[in-house]
Nanobody, 116 residues
Framework: QVQLVESGGGLVQAGGSLRLSCAAP????????MGWYRQAPGKQRELVAR???????TYADSVKGRFTISRDNAKNMVYLEMNSLKPEDTAVYYC??????????WGQGTQVTVSS
């Protein structure tokens, strides 16, 4: 089972910034849709942002204008730049790789905690 590897989480004060990174092995990375999801305690996992192989992006309304997803196909990496962080952004953030062939891989998650 392929596992993605996230990094970059941590503790930050409200208004601060963090950059999450995700390494995704595999030859189909460049044509996969890569996504960042998050799950707060007692809540369902939700989509934060995703980026298609061609670079099209989608964001949750709650993070629009504050978060930016990007990818580097040469390095098989996807990033989530998070600015103006709020306490409600506190969650475990998961990286996801999805492709119509049935690929649907997840990382183990990285904790982001925003203090008020």
């Amino acid at each position: 089972q392929v596992q993605l590897v996230e990094s970059g989480g941590g503790l930050v004060q409200a208004g601060g910034s963090l950059r999450l990174s995700c390494a995704a092995p595999g030859s189909i990375f460049s044509i996969s849709t890569m996504g960042w999801y998050r799950q707060a305690p007692g809540k369902q996992r939700e989509l934060v942002a995703r980026i298609t192989g061609s670079g099209g992006t989608t964001y949750a309304d709650s993070v629009k204008g504050r978060f930016t997803i990007s990818r580097d196909n040469a390095k098989n990496m996807v990033y989530l730049e998070m600015n103006s962080l709020k306490p409600e952004d506190t969650a475990v953030y998961y990286c996801n790789q999805n492709h119509w062939t049935g690929v649907n891989y997840w990382g183990q998650g990285t904790q982001v905690t925003v203090s008020s």
